[in-house]
């Protein structure tokens, strides 16, 4: 996996929208959280949000794929990219970041 930080400082800019939003590098990508919340990661400079059953499907109506850590031949983990649409509009993007904190925090409990 790489990350530029170009990138992953876009995605923070993006995600401001929310309020507290920070990243953490690990693995060769990043985390992201809102208000210390896990709800995102960033590898290979592509956004992915935390799905369940609730948001999941949304995703897959766009064909956007789930984040796959060892390659297109591993495990899918419940983060979809997000779509260049949502990320390119800030009130899209805001409305599909707070479903997958909805997510994250339906996971914690």
Do not use: H
Request: overall charge negative; aromatic content about 16%; charged content about 25%.
């Amino acid at each position: 996996m790489a990350l530029s930080d170009e990138y992953l400082d876009f995605v923070v800019e993006q995600l401001s929208c929310l309020g507290d939003v920070t990243a953490r590098k690990m693995f060769g990508g990043a985390g992201i959280y809102f208000e210390g919340l896990f709800f995102a990661l960033v590898a290979d400079d592509v956004l992915y949000f935390k799905v369940d059953e609730a948001n999941q499907g949304d995703y897959e109506a766009l064909g956007m794929k789930a984040f796959k850590p060892y390659g297109e031949n591993s495990y899918a983990m419940q983060y979809y990219e997000v779509p260049t649409d949502i990320f390119e509009n800030v009130d899209s993007l805001r409305e599909w970041a707070m479903s997958s904190i909805a997510a994250a925090r339906r996971k914690k409990k």
